[in-house]
């Protein structure tokens, strides 16, 4: 079981200010989560195969094909400076 000392101290690495009605309110929140956590710790895992998911995820991927675009000049034109062909943007690396 947790007491309301461990829970300044996890307020205080938290940089949370509680107040006394809120210590006693997380003191019994977080005792019955850690209950819980108990609980679960009693079921036999052994025969569980350890994974990221609980469901098989697939990330399903497009190859990237590069195509010019159509109406260059539309796209330039909205830019708010370009220099020739390309956009201009205001540098961010110092020269120094």
């Known amino acids: 079981m947790i007491d309301r000392e461990q829970v300044r101290k996890v307020a205080l690495l938290a940089r949370l200010e509680l107040t006394p009605e809120e210590e006693e309110q997380f003191t019994t929140q977080l005792g019955s989560i850690l209950d819980y956590i108990e609980q679960l710790n009693e079921l ?3 025969h569980v195969p350890p994974t990221a ?3 098989d995820v697939s990330n399903i991927t497009r190859e990237d094909n590069l195509q010019p675009y159509a109406d ?9 400076e370009q220099e020739g062909e ?7 690396l110092n020269v120094e």
């Open 44 to 46: 036999d895992v052994s």
């Open 53 to 55: 998911r609980a469901i």
């Open 72 to 80: 260059r000049e539309a796209i330039l034109s909205s830019a708010p």
């Open 86 to 92: 390309f956009f201009k943007v205001p540098k961010i």
